[in-house]
């Protein structure tokens, strides 16, 4: 399913205050998660969940990630990991500290 920008109009507002810029790229796609939680830990329902992944950014570094309409982190240093995991469509779960100290070289 192709992902229209107006369906993700308000994220991408919210990401240029963020970011301070008006001046912004975005990739957003459908990732599934193994669980209604969409990788932000808690307790949810065990049913396989497709929730859009949004990717923000400028032209001075940092980026913005969004999933489920929800913020996940901001992105202070996106190190080559990052890039590639965002190419595969697959980045981590807001509650997995550990994959994301690997994603972030802050």
């Given at each position: ?9 308000p994220?991408?507002?919210?990401a ?7 001046d ?38 940092p ?10 982190r ?15 469509w ?6 997995d ?10």
């Open positions: 399913m192709f992902i229209q920008t107006e369906d993700i109009a994220i991408l507002e919210d240029r205050k963020q970011l301070g810029s008006d912004i790229e975005y990739a957003a796609w459908h990732q599934t998660w193994g669980n209604t939680c969409c990788g932000f830990g808690g307790v949810g329902g065990q049913a396989m969940t497709r929730a859009t992944t949004v990717v923000v950014w400028d032209d001075r570094g980026c913005v990630v969004y999933c489920a309409n929800r913020l996940v901001i992105v202070k240093k996106p190190t080559r990991k990052f890039w590639q995991r965002v190419h595969e697959n980045l981590p779960g807001a509650a500290r550990a994959a994301w100290r690997e994603l972030d070289d802050t």
